[in-house]
Each structure stands twice: as C-alpha cells, then as structure tokens.
C-alpha cells in the first residue's frame, strides 16, 4: 500500500487529535511555565522554571511516583494471575455459554468506576459486608481496615480492570490450535507443563495487550485511589486533581502532569516494543 | 482433577469480578438508608423515588446520547487508522501509535484542565459537540489497539488473493479485512460505550448546564450527600438495563463468537 | 430479522429516557405567578412586581442533593412564573470557581454559588460582582454575610461526638485527652474544614491563628487518624460504632445525621469559638441576564428560601428578618450564635494553601 493513502486514512483521527488532545496539552506545556497566583486561576504569564523545580526539591513526589509506579504494578500483576484461570475455563466452554459468560464478565467495566466503588465501599466498609460476614463466623477478632490502605485500593483497581485482560486475553487462548494441545498430551506432558509451555507462550501477545491496557488504566485512575484510598493513599491522578481543583494551582499541577507522562512515556514504550516482538514472533507474517 | 481445580478457581474469581454489582442490587432494595449488612428490610421506595426524578432521567438521557455518538466518531476516525497503522511497516508507526495510545497515560483531569481553557476559548465550552469529541479522543486508544490486535489474525493471504482477482482495495477491506476485525470492533465499541457513560472527570469538567451526564450528576450527589439510597437504586436499574442489552446483544449478534 | 429486532429493542430502550418529559399545565400567567409566590414576603414581591423575564435563561452553578430540591421547590418556580428558563449546573465549588475564571471575558453562568473561603478571592479578582443593595434584602442581610458576595447561609464549624464518650459537650481542648488519641476522625485538607481545623490547633497551641508550625505539631498529636472524611454516611456511622468519638464537622451535617437516626450530638465550642462557615451567593461579572441575576438573588436571600434551608438541612439564616423557634433555632447559626462564631483570615489562609496542602499531604496524612 502506498503511503499516501495511509496518510489519507490516518488523517481524520490525526485531525481529531491535534485539535482536541494536542491543542489542549500544549496549552498545559505553556501553563507549566507560568508562575502560580495564589487563590486565582489568573496566572502570571512571566516565564518560570519554578514549578519544575519544586518537583525535585521534596521528596514527596517521588514517594507518588513511586507508589503509582508500585498499586499499578502488584494491580496488573493480580489481573494477569486472576484472568489466566477463568480466562482458560471461558475458553473451555461451548461458544453458546462461553458468550453468556463473557458477556457477564465484562459488566464491572459497563458498569463504570461509580458504580464498583459505591459496591466496593459497601463491603469493605469497617461494618461492611466482608468484616460482618469475617466477624459473624468468629474468623476476625476485630475488623479489617480495608478503606484508606493500599491493599483496598489495589483490590478495587484489580476488580474494575479485569475485564480488560480477559477479553484479549480469551481470544488469544481460542487462537490456539487445539492439536497443539492434543499432541502435548500425546506426549505424556502434564497439565502444569502444558500450562507453562504451551498457553502461556502463545496467549502472550493477548496477555501482553491486556497487560498494558490495565497498567496504563490503574497508573491514571482516580476514582477508585480517591474513594476506597479516602484520601490516605495519594497515588498521582489523585494529587494531580488536589493540586489542580482543590488548591487550583495550575501552572504546578501542569507541570507535574507533564513530568509524569513524560517519564512513563519511556515505560509504556518499552512495553510496547516488547508486545511488537512477541506478536512478531506470534504472526511472522507482521 | 486440575480441570475441576480451575473451574472452582475460575467462579471465586467470577463472584470477586461480580461482588460490587451484586452488592447495589441488594442494597437497593435495603429499607436502611445506609448501606447496611444484613440488609435492615426490603423496600421499594428507592425506586419509586428514581420513577418520580425528572433529573435522573434526563441525565440518563444525555449519557446514552452522548455515548453513542462518541462511539460513532470514534470508530469511523479509528478503523481507518488501525488498518493504517498495521499495513504501515515503518518506524513511524511506533511513533503514530504512541500518539494514538497516549490518552491512556495522560489523567484525564489534567487534560480536562487544558480542555476547558482550550474549550472556552472555541466556544465549545457546555457543547454536546465538544463533549463527544473529548469523549472519542478518549475511546480511539481503545479502537485502534483492539482493531490492531485482531488485525494481527488477519489471513493476509487472503487479502493479497482477493486483490489478485481484482477486487478494487475498498472491496477487499469491506469483504475480507472489515469481518477479520469484527471482534475489535465490537469489542471497541463496548469498551468506549462504557467509557464514555460512566466518564466523571472530564464531563464535570466541560459539561455545561445543559448536558448533565448521568455519572455527573452522581458524583454531585455522592460528594453533597454521602451514599445517597437514591444513587444506588438508579445505579442498580442501569446496571440492570446493561445486563438485559448486553445479554440481547449477546443473543441475537453472538458476538463473543468472534474473539 | 433478529437483528432488525434488536436493534428496535435497543432504540426504544434508548428512548424511553428522552420522551419521558414533563407536561404542561395551562394557567393564565397572573395565576401561576400567585401560585409560585405564595409564603414570599412583600419586600420581594415589590421587587418582583411586572417583572417579565420571557426568553431568558439563567445559568446558576450550585450544588447538588437537596440544596438543589430546596431551590428548585423555593426560587425556581417565581422566576419560571415570569417567564424565565432556569438551568443549574451542579457541581463541587471548585469546579464552578475554574469555570468563572477560565470563562471571565465571556461568562456563561450567571449566578455562582461559592464558599467563604473563596468569594473574597474571586471577587478581588473582579471575577465577581461586589455585593450592594441593589438587591433590597442585602440591607437585611447580617453585617457578617456582607463579604465577599451575599451571604447565603451561615453555619458553624464544631464538634460532632458520639454522646456515649462525653459527659458534656467538648470542647476544642478536649479532643486531645489522652484517652481519644487516634480516635479523632479529620477532615481533608484543601477545603474549609480542614483549614478551620489547622488554624484551632495553631490558636490552641500558640495563641496564634497564623502559626502554621505549632498548629501542624498540635494535630500530630491526635494522629493516627481512623478517618480523613469526604464522605458523611461514612464519618458518622463509624461514629455511632464508636470507632471515632468526634470530629470537627459543621453543625447542619450533623444535625441531618442526628435526624436519620445515628448517635451524634454537636458542641458549639466556647474557648476558641465555632469557626464560621458560609454559603455565598455570587453574581457573575459581566453576566448576560443582569436583571433576572438580581430576581434570583432577591428569591434566594427572601425569608421564604432561607427558613427552608433552616428548617430542612441547618443552614442557618442570613437575613436577619427570618425568625425561627424552638429546636431549629438551637440547631441554626441563629440569634446571638451569629455574633459569636469566630471568623478567619481566609485570604491568607488562600495564600498559604499551596504549601500547606504539601505540608498536609507530608506531615498529617503520611505521618507515621
């Protein structure tokens, strides 16, 4: 194909984005470089470097970026061991049935941020349904403190995402030729074995793209880190809003914001040439 | 033996995945007005309450709308860009892909912030039009990864053969390429469709008055009222309308087929 | 044709939200004009009077919940009586402040409802309009209410607590006995309870509202704390359990909270002083509707709205004309309560915020 016509196919969403994404952000470029006014949104339009420097004079961001970098990572991490299961037993089944399944496994995404926290919440709760239930038979002594922690926040997150790991992932698992697996068998591997050296290599490409697609999700998620983290847990979607809409500072929060997708920028681009070698290897034909 | 360990693994998870769903629906019907467990008594005035809000409605209303043309947008600008993109063998694919991908990394609050400056400037600001530009920016990342990816079980023998036998490149896309990424397209759809309906940071942002999306206004009454019971019945009837068109979408398209 | 079906069931789904609109009623004008102004005082009715606000809409930034059911039951049928298109556009404050400033060469909103501690900047800023008795109920307003904007309601930051761990009502000093540590539930700092709460621990500490050091060394002292609090169900119902035995709140939440049933009382602490909080209504610069912005803001200040919010969430009155008895009086910033309240230097405190949020963030919230 001649790369005059790829341009003309690329072009509508070119558009779209360098008018809606690009325009926008790099009115953020020039905000980053103002200087903030206390208390106003009017900042002055006098270049500074200031808002830059902060980020390296506290420690504090650091501890953000690196407790993102930390819920996002354990996040994806439980989604890719939680999905492979269920996503194995989906694949199992008749087309008919498989597709009821799928359908219900993708609700905690059609349901929305809102509504998995308001569930959430009620269960995680000090009085909620878990602790009740834990207390009711005698498990617990006292009540988990789930809400405010980490480990309430990474439970959200990983619920929410899920969905996003299982549909690619499912349909690379379907890819799969069955005879592959029917001649493992053949040769007296066991099921671990078969698991280990003949799904997980080639659903690869499928969990890779589920991979990314969650990680990028939970490093930029706010709502779940701001209701289940109840503001004890600050990870950077949940500073980048106390900075912008509550202290409405924006040239910092600019700034911030700025620093942060750069510096992930080279994470997400490692990822994604490392997804490009495994479809590579997958599809020869690429 | 592990076939039984793995189908027991796989419904905890399943009831994990599902738990917070489950929890509004009963709680809808909890006479408390705060969430409670066990549940104090049945009740149904939560729901005769949601039939009498004109509000709610209407918000519902304005997110449907506004979904479904964010969807359309973004499929009709995104297809064509994934197709390019995989057909484009190049180093700059990596770097269009990236600018396509990267909605995904930057928050959507800051972008919001940038947004509404950029927004009020146009006179866009409060427009259903701007809303569902912001809304299909925020949907293509998802169109043109999903697309990509089922374009890589594309049989492109296939494709070279219809184009050996003469079919013009706009035929063979829509009769071998256009069915081959069916499920990234539906599956697309589905992922934006959500997106864009429960999106709450940028529709508070650049919503005006006049179109107030149902996450927005749910938001407003979560941050003024704590739990609001009114909030949870309303959730709970969406929640149950999704399952009923996911389920019918599943029963009459059985789209699941083509993952 | 299954899918033809489909795609109908979809479409009549989808639908069903759009078509379900109100009906209209066919009254002459002279007697919906009545109807909506029945209970209004005579003072707004004169100000009303042959007011005709045909083809007119009104954009009002407010918040949600029933604030929004008191408006719409109080000010919005006088106005849609004369003619007017009412739209509010609920939100948090934050939002509407970054809208009216991003907006301030070309307002789309006419009305903005903002708090304290932020009506002063905006209106400095020139972004709002400076509060004066074209409106003729602002003559009645409390001297107090006067600032920044038109002072919409009053309320006071003190102690919810759970009756069970107090003999009497506390006061400030008293959530630092020994025995509550860690049991002190806190608010989130930015926001107005948290810097009333930071600026208690600076006065309790050095005697100085301005001493940020000694007022974040103060609040270490009550740390861990069970809860940083956004959400209200949450702050009281672990306050009924006794997982928190009190926190700075302000006084309508919890007397909302008292009436649905949960085990709280309010203290209206002396040593110190209630901190004032305040609802202010603002009219946007520049605005498109001036005359039906003045309607609104005589609607919203008249006696009628303000005893609705007095008597249905405890925002207590501004306008000294509306009287009030028995327990909502006790319940209301009402009276001789409005001279006390303690008031503080909220533009400073605008000033300091920045830093203080990253100090917030550092030594309160991640303090271990």
Not at chain 1, 66 to 86: C, E, K, N, Q, W
Not at chain 3, 206 to 235: M, R
């Amino acid at each position: 194909m001649k790369t005059k016509h790829v341009w003309a196919l690329v072009m509508p969403a070119l558009l779209l984005f360098v008018l809606i994404f690009l325009v926008p952000f790099l009115l953020l470029i020039v905000k980053s470089f103002q200087t903030y006014v206390p208390g106003t949104l009017i900042s002055d339009s006098s270049f500074t470097w200031e808002n830059y420097t902060q980020l390296f004079s506290d420690g504090y961001y650091f501890k953000i970026y690196y407790r993102t970098i930390r819920i996002a990572v354990i996040s994806t991490l439980a989604v890719l061991v939680l999905s492979y299961p269920l996503s194995i037993f989906l694949s199992s089944m008749n087309a008919k049935v498989r597709g009821v399944f799928m359908t219900i496994s993708i609700l905690p995404m059609i349901g929305g941020a809102m509504i998995q926290t308001m569930g959430w919440f009620a269960m995680l709760m000090r009085y909620g349904t878990i602790n009740s239930f834990l207390l009711g038979l005698h498990i617990i002594k006292d009540p988990i403190q789930f809400l405010g922690t980490e480990l309430g926040v990474i439970i959200g997150l990983v619920q929410s995402f899920l969905p996003m790991m299982i549909y690619p992932l499912v349909s690379s698992l379907l890819a799969i030729d069955r005879e592959i697996y029917d001649s493992a068998r053949t040769l007296g591997a066991r099921p671990p074995k078969i698991f280990f050296s003949v799904t997980i290599p080639l659903s690869a490409p499928g969990a890779m793209a589920g991979a990314i697609l969650v990680f990028m999700a939970c490093l930029t998620s706010f709502v779940t880190p701001s209701s289940l983290g109840q503001g004890k847990i600050q990870v950077f979607g949940t500073y980048a809003y106390q900075q912008a809409i509550q202290v409405m500072n924006w040239p910092f929060s600019s700034s911030y914001a700025i620093f942060f997708i750069l510096s992930m920028g080279i994470v997400v681009l490692a990822l994604n040439l490392l997804a490009r070698g495994l479809r590579r290897k997958r599809c020869g034909s690429m | 033996m592990w076939k039984h360990v793995n189908r027991v693994l796989s419904w905890l998870i399943l009831l994990f995945m599902l738990a917070p769903i489950i929890i509004i629906f009963l709680n809808s019907f909890n006479s408390s007005r705060f969430f409670s467990f066990p549940p104090d008594g049945f009740t149904l005035e939560w729901y005769r309450r949601f039939l009498e809000n004109n509000e709610y409605r209407k918000a519902i209303g304005i997110s449907t709308e506004l979904a479904f043309s964010a969807v359309i947008l973004a499929l009709s600008v995104g297809i064509p860009s994934a197709y390019a993109l995989f057909k484009w063998d190049s180093s700059k694919r990596s770097i269009l892909q990236a600018v396509f991908l990267s909605p995904l990394m930057l928050p959507g609050i800051v972008w919001a912030i940038g947004l509404i400056q950029y927004y009020s400037m146009m006179g866009l600001l409060g427009s259903f039009i701007g809303l569902v530009c912001a809304h299909a920016i925020i949907i293509i990342p998802y169109v043109i990864r999903l697309v990509t990816a089922s374009l890589c079980y594309l049989d492109e023998d296939t494709e070279h053969a219809a184009r050996t036998l003469g079919a013009t490149p706009v035929k063979t896309f829509f009769s071998v390429t256009l069915p081959a990424i069916k499920p990234g397209i539906i599956i697309s759809g589905i992922f934006g469709f959500m997106i864009s309906f429960t999106d709450v940071v940028i529709a508070t942002f650049i919503a005006g008055s006049k179109y107030i999306t149902y996450p927005v206004r749910m938001y407003v009454e979560l941050r003024t009222e704590g739990l609001d019971p009114l909030a949870v019945a309303v959730s709970a009837a969406i929640m149950f309308v999704i399952i009923i068109i996911a389920l019918l979408a599943e029963k009459s398209l059985s789209w699941s087929k083509y993952l | 044709m299954r899918r033809v079906l489909f795609v109908l069931v979809m479409l009549s789904l989808l639908c069903f939200p759009l078509v379900a609109g109100g009906t209209t009623e066919k009254t002459s004008s002279a007697d919906r004009i009545a109807k909506a102004d029945e209970g209004l005082d005579q003072q707004t009715k004169d100000f009303l009077e042959d007011k005709d606000f045909s083809n007119q809409t009104l954009v009002v930034g407010v918040w949600g919940g029933v604030i929004e059911d008191i408006i719409r039951e109080t000010i919005v049928p006088s106005l849609e009586a004369r003619g007017a298109k009412v739209e509010l556009l609920l939100g948090g404050t934050g939002d509407r402040m970054a809208k009216i400033y991003v907006e301030r060469n070309n307002p789309t909103m006419d009305i903005c409802y903002l708090n304290l501690y932020e009506c002063q900047q905006a209106m400095n800023d020139g972004v709002t309009e400076i509060p004066g008795n074209k409106i003729p109920a602002y003559d009645d307003l409390y001297p107090q209410a006067q600032i920044g904007g038109y002072g919409m309601s009053f309320m006071g930051l003190g102690i919810a607590y759970n009756p069970d761990f107090f003999d009497s009502p506390p006061e400030w000093k008293d959530l630092w006995k020994p025995e509550y540590k860690g049991k002190i539930g806190f608010p989130t700092y930015p926001g107005s309870e948290g810097e009333a709460f930071l600026a208690i621990a600076a006065i309790l500490a050095s005697g100085d509202e301005y001493n940020e050091e000694a007022g974040f060394q103060k609040l270490q002292e009550l740390l861990p704390a069970p809860l940083f609090y956004t959400n209200l169900d949450e702050l009281f119902m672990m306050m009924t359990k006794g997982d928190i035995v009190a926190a700075p709140v302000i006084s309508g939440y919890a007397w909302t909270y008292l009436d649905k049933g949960m085990n709280v009382a309010f203290s209206w602490p002396t040593e110190v002083g209630t901190v004032k909080m305040m609802d202010v209504l603002t009219i946007v610069k520049n605005n498109k509707h001036p005359e039906l912005a003045d309607a609104w803001t005589q609607l919203a200040l008249s006696p009628r709205t303000q005893k609705a919010y007095a008597e249905r969430i405890y925002f207590g009155p501004t306008n000294s004309k509306v009287v009030l008895e028995g327990e909502v009086a006790e319940r209301n910033v009402y009276g001789e309560k409005v001279d006390r309240l303690i008031d503080l230097d909220w533009l400073h405190i605008i000033d300091s915020r920045s830093e203080r949020t990253l100090r917030w963030n550092k030594d309160v919230v991640e303090y271990r």
